[in-house]
């Protein structure tokens, strides 16, 4: 079992496009949405949720925790809650402080990764991508790959691959 996740979205540029990539392969992910697209699409966040799919919140501008004072850090994460509606909550960049955490826990579960496919590096390429989801996924792994514009050229390049991989390896997909 793993559990495939996408962070950074929605965006019109490349969430439909994942969205029917994942329908082709009949697999339901989970989507860490920041607040301020799901504010400005609307109807993408809606259609991630009518083909089955699970959300969780990101933020509400994708901040960096250890930067940014615990109680801001928590009235941006309540801001997005404003739109998104889910119990689970990624920090962006995973960082996360201790208080932060404390903050946090008693309106979300807080889920972080153990596979980054690092696809929004413009220098890594494809074939890296592929390499780090072949050797670093387990049984219960969680996967991050980036519904964002910069990791759209190399997500559409190592997804379906991935994807394929992952099943003839004898995983098969659940939601958080």
Same mark, same amino acid.
């Given at each position: 079992?793993?559990?495939?996740?996408?962070?950074?979205?929605?965006?019109?540029?490349?969430?439909?496009?994942?969205?029917?990539?994942?329908?082709?392969?009949?697999?339901?992910?989970?989507?860490?949405?920041?607040?301020?697209?799901?504010?400005?699409? +609307?109807?993408?966040?809606?259609? /991630? %949720?009518? *083909?089955?799919? !699970?959300? @969780?919140?990101?933020?509400?501008? =994708?901040?960096?925790?250890?930067?940014?004072?615990?109680?801001?850090?928590?009235?941006?994460?309540?801001?997005?809650?404003?739109?998104?509606?889910?119990?689970?909550?990624?920090?962006?960049?995973?960082?996360?402080?201790?208080?932060?955490?404390?903050?946090?826990?008693?309106?979300?579960?807080?889920?972080?990764?153990?596979?980054?496919?690092?696809?929004?590096?413009?220098?890594?390429? +494809?074939?890296?991508?592929?390499? /780090? %989801?072949? *050797?670093?996924? !387990?049984? @219960?792994?969680?996967?991050?790959? =980036?519904?964002?514009?910069?990791?759209?050229?190399?997500?559409?390049?190592?997804?379906?691959?991935?994807?394929?991989?992952?099943?003839?390896?004898?995983?098969?997909?659940?939601?958080?």
């Amino acid at each position: 079992m793993v559990y495939l996740t996408f962070d950074d979205g929605p965006i019109p540029e490349l969430t439909p496009i994942l969205l029917d990539l994942l329908d082709e392969y009949g697999i339901k992910a989970t989507f860490f949405c920041v607040g301020e697209n799901v504010m400005r699409y +609307p109807q993408l966040y809606e259609e /991630i %949720i009518a *083909r089955g799919h !699970r959300t @969780g919140n990101h933020s509400f501008n =994708h901040i960096k925790g250890f930067a940014t004072r615990s109680t801001e850090y928590f009235d941006n994460v309540a801001k997005a809650s404003q739109y998104i509606s889910s119990d689970l909550f990624r920090p962006p960049h995973g960082q996360i402080t201790r208080k932060q955490i404390e903050m946090l826990a008693p309106h979300y579960r807080i889920v972080m990764w153990d596979v980054i496919s690092y696809d929004y590096q413009q220098s890594i390429s +494809p074939e890296n991508i592929l390499r /780090i %989801i072949r *050797r670093k996924t !387990r049984n @219960g792994s969680i996967i991050v790959f =980036h519904d964002s514009l910069k990791a759209r050229n190399n997500l559409l390049a190592t997804l379906p691959r991935s994807i394929e991989y992952l099943h003839a390896a004898g995983f098969r997909f659940a939601l958080l």
